[in-house]
């Protein structure tokens, strides 16, 4: 085997797979689309489920991909251990009711030694226990000897990923990377925990489909997917100890310490860093030019993780000032030829990241100098230990992380109370949860609407017409059903047919009247209440009103059209935004009524005077 830079591993795995029939497809987006099971893309399969389960038809019933993934399960560890890392890239091919075992496995054997020309005696099988199939075909038609072949159970040789989707049994290949790097214990064998043999390529015969609950079912058609870790196989390649030392891993690495003015493979604990910001930079570089922002919630708050760490971590090594948006600059380079959308959207990027580590610093600044005076206090007091509620008070009020308040403790010769904060942690998060059920409870107590048969619906037909007659099938007050209204009375009317449109999606509802033979109300808004029924909250103007009565609806055209002319207008800002701040601006709420409208949405910086005139 050669020395091979990971570019050039991709490539000639790719350029493999095409020769054997696959369509190349460029890695699709971090962002899962159209699939609420995943925050973040997994593995290579991830984008094609629609293709496994038959649900569309794929571009041809044999791919190829080199795919970005992100996995944070161990987040904890990454830094901590050279084997863990949360940004890879996994290459794949695919097979869609196309070629099943036999070719799987043979192609993937005549890559290794004859392309890779890994050596066929450090080369190890696993298979599912049950798989007599895939030990045949890896035995008589690959020539692998027996003892390089074990069985395993569930745990191991099952492939699943999220609540649901394909999967199925799989067979995996290891690498021995010798005795150096083993455990030394009699019994050390494939699947041992040590890090001898080394996992590298893993292909599932994707037969079943998961279902939320639990259960499986087998697919309409037999298909396959491998995936092995880009990284990973050019640590063997490059034959070096770690993702690390990977080439263009390695050049990220030794950026921090130019930056930080350390070397790495020194002082256990830095390295720790080193790594961190190493694996972490990648993430983030990655997601942000996937469009994701940080933010508090779903895979924002992921990317904020893992940027506020590599800051923090950053911050461990001594590095003073804004240094992300340097070290973007060599991800880029190293990864550019693959992924040329790194490049073209450079500035936004190093944007991106900037403003999240600037807004972290300035949380950071604070907090040092409430804790500052907490210090200076308890010297003064002669205590050594910052009480609980402080050290929460911080985290969670000045967003300030409970492990850098230990470190700072510690320089001083000082403890946190870990007791006090740790009740008070549950404390908080008791309360969330009560507040969360009372809402719950609140949101799904009994309205007066509630009374009302719930097969009672209210037909919209205010598309295309603004007055309409129909009958008045309920009167209510705020809680009580009543027979009718007179003048000065506040209720809400119920009727089955209604040109008025009930708020929702950010535009109010209408206003205008509605009208009986004996009396007249002013409709001051209308809602949607409980299932599909719409409420007029009226005022009774004149003489009375009666449940049973016809009557006429009509819709106030002035204001509905001013509302209507708003609402496109609301479009027309979003477009405008996404041209002059990016695609990235999507809508995350909005308001429009008959004077104005309000458009929400996610940007990393305010807009600067210039930006608002253009847009
Ligand atoms: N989906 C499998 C994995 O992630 C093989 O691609 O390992």
Known sequence: MEWTGLNELRESYLKFFESKGCLRHKSYPLVPQNDNSL?????????????????????????????????????????????HGTYFEMLGNFSFGDYFKKEAIAWAWEYVTQVLKLPKDRLYISVYEDDDEAEKIWHE??????????????????????????????????FDRGEKYGCGKPDCKVGCDC????????????QFERHED?????????????????ERLASIMQDVDSIFDVDTVKAIRDHVCKIAGCEYGKEYKKDVSIRVITDHIRSVTFMASDGILPSNEGRGYVMRRLLRRAVRHGKLLGINGLFLKDLVKTVVDCNKCEYNELEEKYDYIVKVLTTEEQNFNATID????????LIAQMQKDGKTELDGESCFKLSDTYGFPIDLTREILEEKGMTCDEEGFAECYAKQRETAKNA???????????????????????EFIGYDKLEGDSEISFI??????????????????????????????????????????????????TQKVVAGKFAHKAVVEEGEIAVGQKAHFTVDR??????????????????????????HVHQAGQLVDAHRLRFDFSHFNAMTAEEKLKV
Not at 148 to 156: F, L, Q
Not at 366 to 373: E, N, P, V
Not at 564 to 582: E, I, Y
């Open 558 to 583: 002035k204001t509905r059209y001013a509302v209507m002319r708003n609402h496109s207008c609301a479009h027309l800002l979003q477009a405008a935004l996404r041209k002059v701040l990016g695609e």
């Open 476 to 525: 209510t007050t705020d809680d009580e059903l009543i027979d009718n209204a007179k003048a000065g009375d506040e209720v809400y009317i119920v009727s089955s047919q209604t040109p008025f449109y009930a708020e929702s999606g950010g535009q109010v509802g209408d206003i205008g009247t509605i009208v009986t033979e004996s009396g007249k109300c002013r409709v001051v808004d």
């Open 195 to 206: 890090d001898r043999y080394m996992e590298f390529w893993n292909l599932v015969f994707t």
């Open 436 to 458: 969360h059920a009372a809402t719950k409870y609140m949101g799904a107590d009994e309205t007066v609407f509630h009374k009302i048969d719930k097969d009672f619906h209210t």
């Open 141 to 174: 038609d690959a020539g692998v000897p027996m003892d390089h072949i074990v069985r395993m159970g569930k745990e191991d040789n099952f492939w699943e990923a999220g609540t649901d989707g394909p999967c199925g049994p799989c067979s995996e290949i290891y």
């Open 39 to 83: 925050l973040l893309i997994v593995a290579g399969m991830a984008p094609l489920k629609p293709y496994f389960t038959g649900q569309e038809t794929p571009p041809r019933t044999r791919m190829t991909t080199c795919q970005k993934c992100i996995r944070t399960g161990d987040i904890e560890n990454v830094g901590k251990t050279a084997r």
């Open 214 to 230: 639990g259960t499986y079912t087998p697919l309409k058609q037999k298909n396959i997917d491998t995936g092995m870790g880009l």
């Open 366 to 373: 604070r907090g040092m100098k409430i804790l500052d005076d």
